[in-house]
């Protein structure tokens, strides 16, 4: 059995909390700090498997419509993974923060699922500067 160089558990458990050692967010700016250097790309990648138990049940699950709750904790636990390697990614190439992150899913064959988390390594610095205030003339 292979040994996984990644500190991070692959299965993160029922609480999702994000990473408190890299500032990640959806939008291209950080309130209350500059951003002093733009690193570039990063991305953290998994690719998870369905199991056979968990297919066949979807199956039958799916005749009686609503949400398939096997499912949906796989792609929570993947969308968790992925944000962890992306933010683990992003602290090797320097930054303590990632803007713009974004989330892309696919399938690869009929049981595995890819989840990729993308964004934009940045360092950025508190910004004490007070905000000026909008005016139309």
Known sequence: MAVSSNPRPLDPGPIYA???DVLIVTTPYLTGYRVTRVIG???GLIVRS???GQNIWAFFRSWAGGEIKVYTQLLEQARHVAVQRLS??????GANAVLSVGFDTSELGPAMTEVLAYGTAVVVEPDATPA?????R
Do not use: E, I, N
């Open 132 to 136: 000026q205030p909008v005016t139309l």
């Open 50 to 52: 369905r199991g056979l």
């Open 88 to 93: 683990d990614h992003a602290k090797s190439l």
């Open 41 to 43: 790309a990063t991305f």
């Open 18 to 20: 994000p990473p408190t």
